[in-house]
């Protein structure tokens, strides 16, 4: 089996490409500066509620969730050793759907299903918690999404 000139190039950079789409950030913008999303994923946590219009890329979906000011947020809380989510931000949930795998101090993994309706809006790690503690935040309300998801 041979290569042509170029052919493996080619691959190589479009392999690449794949990959490296899997590690592109989620940006948050809040009245339409960048902000921090750890700090205002606290923030959004502590209130249950958004105080301004808020703007959710994640870039790995090329997708944007616009938040209206008083929407209010579903939190949904996981706690364990590992957490091993299958949603995203900007993915869509219905009450039941299957969100994640917790691992648990005994071993155990647990699968949790999402209590909520509507879109994903961040994905949370509290690193000072023992154990480890996750949290989903859903918005069903005043969401406008922009490309995938």
Same mark, same amino acid.
């Given at each position: 089996?041979?290569?042509?000139?170029?052919?493996?190039? @080619?691959?190589?950079?479009? %392999? !690449?490409? #794949?990959? *490296?789409?899997?590690?592109?950030?989620?940006?948050?913008? &809040?009245?339409?500066?960048?902000?921090?999303?750890?700090?205002?994923?606290?923030?959004?946590?502590?209130?249950?509620?958004?105080?301004?219009?808020?703007?959710?890329?994640?870039?790995?979906?090329?997708?944007?969730?616009?938040?209206? @000011?008083?929407?209010?947020? %579903? !939190?949904? #809380?996981? *706690?364990?050793?590992?957490?091993?989510?299958?949603?995203? &931000?900007?993915?869509?949930?219905?009450?039941?759907?299957?969100?994640?795998?917790?691992?648990?101090?005994?071993?155990?993994?647990?699968?949790?299903?999402?209590?909520?309706?509507?879109?994903?809006?961040?994905?949370?790690?509290?690193?000072?918690?023992?154990?480890?503690?996750?949290?989903?935040?859903?918005?069903?309300?005043?969401?406008?999404?922009?490309?995938?998801?």
């Amino acid at each position: 089996m041979s290569i042509k000139p170029g052919e493996a190039t @080619a691959k190589v950079l479009r %392999d !690449i490409e #794949e990959i *490296s789409r899997y590690y592109k950030p989620v940006r948050c913008y &809040v009245g339409g500066s960048e902000a921090s999303c750890f700090d205002l994923a606290r923030e959004l946590i502590s209130r249950g509620t958004a105080d301004h219009g808020l703007t959710i890329c994640n870039e790995r979906k090329s997708a944007c969730l616009n938040v209206g @000011a008083g929407s209010r947020l %579903d !939190i949904l #809380e996981l *706690s364990g050793v590992e957490v091993y989510f299958l949603v995203d &931000v900007a993915d869509r949930v219905r009450p039941g759907d299957l969100i994640a795998y917790v691992v648990t101090n005994k071993g155990e993994v647990r699968s949790v299903r999402s209590e909520f309706e509507g879109r994903v809006l961040l994905l949370h790690e509290d690193p000072t918690s023992k154990p480890l503690k996750y949290f989903v935040v859903v918005t069903g309300e005043g969401v406008g999404a922009d490309g995938g998801g």
